[in-house]
Structures are given as structure tokens and as C-alpha cells.
């Protein structure tokens, strides 16, 4: 079974500042990763997606994730932030030989607040 | 209009009450799912459908029901609500005829239900 490790559950960044949010996984066999935004008061929406190939997967809102096999990692970041990617943020796993979301499994989230 | 719809957005209701949550979507998609999100916990799934005939227990389906009445409407049902089941809860849509479309989710915007 897979499951996820999101490192942070608060996240404080101040605008125009880098950030990085953490997503371990395990898994004993290939895996799609995912990376699911929540802004307040709605439903969760895609920010991008590692299937295969290259391992530097860019997504929505200049958002970024690396897929590191060695680690099992999927760490997502962003170079500068603004105040309207204040939201949560969820990591997500499922087996690679699976059509579906059947199988998939979020982390715990992890809540990025953004100061001014 | 949202390609996924939920009602009621906000329910109260005591315990011991019947709930029926209703979500449908104008995505064409064939495969509908239901989830609990709880703070600290991610997102849970109760049930999915991958079409009008087929429906499948998920990680916590204990305590509630589903029907899918058309391809379009899967609406989830409390028998008996409990306070334990004070959630926020989503509808999602994925694609099950695109390879990769299959593991990516359109979610709802979510219904809040309290149970007191």
C-alpha cells in the first residue's frame, strides 16, 4: 500500500520569498505523484502531475515539483510567492499500474500562508 | 457553471437524521467519486463509480450509502448521522477514457455538514 508524508502542516512565507513544501512517499511499486491546491472555500484543483519522463515537472501559477526516486520525494516549489497562493496544498500518490483514483492516497496537507 | 456541482453547500442536521449530499457534473467524465476531508487527515474516499452500474466501497464507507442515478449525478447518503461524521465533503470526476485522465481529479467545491 502507498502511503504520503507531508513534513509541514504550516507553512509561513513572506511575499517574493522562495518556498518549498514537502511530500515523502513510499510505495513498493512505480507511482504517479500529484499536487492538488485548495484555496478557501473551494474544491481541490491541479497544480501538476509527475506519470514519467522527465523528472522536473512544472505546473499552474509558476509552481514546480521534482520527482526524486532515491528519496521518494516529490517536493514542490515556487521561486517567489504571492499573497493569492495563500492555500493548502496536497500531495497524493497512487500505483503507476492503476487507471484511476481508486488508489490514491493524500497527505495530510500543508497550509501556506503568505505575509506581506 | 461549475463542471462539478454540489448541494447543499451548508447542512446542519442532528443526530440520527437522514442526509443525502447530491453532486453532478458536466464533464462527460464516467468515473465519479466521493470524499471526506477532515482537518489534519487529507482526504478520504467513501465510495467511487466508474459508471451507472458499478459501484465500489472505498477506504471509509461505513455509515453511508451512494447512488448513481445517471452518468452525470452520484449522490451520497447518511442513514443515521452521527457527530463523527462532521466533515467537509467533496465530489470528484475523472476521465476514464484518456490513459492519464483516468488519475486526475475535477472536484466539487465541497458541502460542509455538521451533525450535532
Known amino acids: 500500500a502507498q502511503s504520503v508524508t507531508q513534513l509541514d502542516s504550516q507553512v509561513p512565507v513572506f511575499e517574493e520569498a522562495p518556498v518549498e513544501l514537502r511530500c515523502n512517499y513510499s510505495?513498493?511499486?512505480?507511482?504517479?505523484l500529484f499536487w492538488y491546491v485548495q484555496y478557501p472555500n473551494q474544491g481541490l484543483q491541479l497544480l501538476l502531475k509527475?506519470?514519467?519522463?522527465?523528472?522536473l515537472v512544472k505546473g499552474i501559477n509558476g509552481f514546480e515539483a521534482e520527482f526524486n526516486k532515491s528519496q521518494t520525494s516529490f517536493h514542490l516549489r515556487k521561486p517567489s510567492v504571492h499573497i493569492s497562493d495563500t492555500a493548502e496544498y496536497f500531495c497524493a500518490v497512487t500505483p503507476g499500474i492503476i487507471q484511476g483514483a481508486q488508489k490514491l492516497v493524500f497527505g495530510q496537507g500543508t497550509r501556506l500562508t503568505i505575509n506581506p | 457553471d461549475a463542471d462539478v456541482t454540489q448541494t447543499p453547500r451548508n447542512r446542519i442536521t442532528k443526530t440520527g437524521k437522514r442526509i443525502m449530499l447530491e453532486c453532478s457534473q458536466t464533464?462527460?467524465?464516467?468515473?465519479m467519486y466521493w470524499y471526506r476531508q477532515d482537518p489534519g487527515l487529507g482526504l478520504r474516499l467513501i465510495y467511487y463509480s466508474f459508471d451507472v452500474k458499478d459501484i465500489n466501497k472505498g477506504e471509509i464507507s461505513d455509515g453511508y450509502s451512494v447512488s448513481r442515478q445517471a452518468q452525470a449525478k452520484f449522490s451520497l447518503s447518511l442513514e443515521s448521522a452521527i457527530p463523527n461524521q462532521t466533515a467537509l465533503y467533496f465530489c470528484?470526476?475523472?476521465?476514464?477514457?484518456?490513459?492519464?485522465?483516468?488519475?486526475?481529479?475535477?472536484f466539487g467545491a465541497g458541502s460542509r455538514l455538521t451533525v450535532l
Open positions: 509527475y506519470l514519467s519522463g522527465s523528472t
Open positions: 470528484a470526476t475523472s476521465d476514464g477514457t484518456v490513459k492519464s485522465g483516468a488519475n486526475v481529479l475535477t
Open positions: 464533464k462527460g467524465h464516467d468515473r
Open positions: 510505495s513498493s511499486v512505480s507511482v504517479y
